[in-house]
């Protein structure tokens, strides 16, 4: 395998970004813990070994999600019921930026990559924080975009159009330091944003900070042809990498730029066995745990739009159609996250599979919302892996550890030897920054 041809490997913590589309497994998907695997989602030393592991198996990036609702409350109108057993409890989730600044100072090559929401920082101030990042770890910083999928707000912004100028204008205060460390003056005044001054961090030692955007939906492959060195998507499996490849080297194109600009990362769950048989009931046993029956109903209704809670996950899907998305209902809403684009597509698709398969509900959403799962022994594993970016389906994954006791440290005990032995992973880092990792390019300043 060439250089770029290697196998690219990273792991999220936690599991929790939704998912948007049109697709058979297009919603939002489950939880995978609330916290690093091991630890409560608070607890620093659950993080750092964490980090250390992935460092070990010589990781690109470890990539912190956020969520703008506290992490591990209820939604509204779904307060858990005491004693059901499906309780949803604070777990606690500390701010991206913050943990990762401290993991640059325990680690040496790994990546540290942060999502942020443009719906809940500023370009001036994220810049800021994302930049001291970069140079407090010596080149590995990251920012995943995380575009507000709808308007909660009641204003008459267009979040995608908010975002794009986001990010447009963190770049610009960026490449505002000359590579000779002078700052000159910033002034970016748009629609959204009117920002004037110098910018106080020295440019980055990457040149920028590497971004990370999922293109799971038209508008996010469009801003990932726009800005993106990483897409990422919950979608592994190989016809959906060939789909996803193929509309994006067309944006690429209309942004003048080449296919070989940008990586494409999805999700994956790994489950080891020392059987085939063994790992498949593990898996099995992961994917009921990652879907409640109350998450299923609430997975539901974010795609009927209406409230469903009066079904039994264990039921069939509603035969009534999704009402249309007419946005935020006046009460705050029972219909939590963000719907797909078209309700409509998603519920059919789900219709399908569910009579294709016998599936309940829970079992639907199980099926049609999971991560991609790479399940079977450490050998049959690695040759799924080495074959995925063989056929040009995906550079490589970003692993969603599973609570299992280990899950990570599995992996690179046992999967990454096995890669290395083929000679599809690398042996060793072989340069300091992040996109020296990743096999990108060096920035051309452009200022």
């Excluded at 940008?262 to 498949?280: F, K, N, Q, S, Y």
């Excluded at 399908?352 to 790479?374: C, M, N, P, W, Y």
Aim: include cysteine; charge should be negative; charged fraction near 25%.
């Amino acid at each position: 395998m060439t250089v770029r041809e290697q196998v690219h490997l990273a792991v999220r913590l936690p599991g929790t970004e939704p998912a948007a589309g049109t697709g058979p497994r297009a919603g939002t998907g489950p939880r995978v813990g609330a916290g690093p695997q091991a630890g409560a989602g608070i607890d620093f030393a659950a993080y750092e070994r964490l980090a250390r592991t992935a460092e070990c198996g010589l990781f690109d990036f470890l990539l912190l999600a956020e969520e703008a609702r506290p992490g591990g409350y209820p939604e509204p109108g779904h307060e858990a019921d005491a004693g059901s057993g499906d309780e949803e409890r604070p777990a606690g989730r500390p701010e991206p930026l913050t943990v990762l600044n401290a993991l640059a100072t325990v680690t040496e090559r790994l990546g540290l990559a942060a999502a942020a929401d443009t719906g809940c920082h500023e370009p001036y101030g994220l810049a800021r924080e994302l930049a001291t990042l970069d140079h407090l770890s010596a080149g590995r910083a990251a920012w995943h975009v995380i575009a507000p999928a709808g308007d909660r707000t009641g204003r008459e912004d267009i979040p995608g159009a908010r975002s794009a100028e986001f990010v447009a204008a963190a770049r610009a205060l960026w490449d505002s330091w000359t590579p000779d460390g002078v700052p000159r003056p910033f002034a970016h005044r748009g629609r959204y944003f009117d920002i004037a001054g110098e910018f106080t961090v020295p440019r980055c030692p990457q040149g920028r900070p590497v971004v990370l955007r999922t293109g799971d939906s038209p508008e996010g492959r469009e801003s990932a042809a726009a800005v993106a060195d990483v897409v990422l998507t919950r979608h592994g499996a190989p016809e959906c990498g060939r789909e996803l490849r193929a509309g994006l080297a067309e944006r690429l194109r209309t942004h003048g730029r080449a296919p070989g600009d940008v990586l494409v990362m999805p999700d994956a769950v790994c489950v080891l066995g020392e059987t085939a048989a063994e790992a498949r009931e593990r898996a099995a046993e992961i994917r009921r745990g990652q879907v409640s029956p109350r998450q299923a109903i609430r997975a539901l209704e974010r795609v009927w739009g209406t409230d469903l809670s009066s079904y039994d996950p264990d039921g069939p899907l509603p035969d009534i159609d999704p009402v249309p998305d007419i946005g935020p209902l006046p009460d705050g809403g029972r219909v939590p996250g963000t719907r797909p684009g078209d309700p409509l597509a998603v519920a059919g698709a789900w219709r399908d599979l569910a009579r294709q398969k016998g599936l309940s509900v829970r079992e639907t959403v199980i099926e049609a919302t999971g991560r991609h799962f790479f399940t079977g022994t450490p050998e049959t594993v690695a040759a799924a892996i080495e074959e995925s970016v063989r056929a040009g389906a995906a550079d490589g994954f970003v692993l969603v550890p599973h609570p299992d006791p280990g899950g990570l440290a599995e992996f690179v005990d046992r999967v990454v030897p096995l890669l290395q032995e083929r000679g599809a992973f690398r042996t060793a880092y072989t340069g300091p920054t992040l996109r020296s990792h990743l096999g990108l390019s060096d920035l051309v300043w452009n200022g």
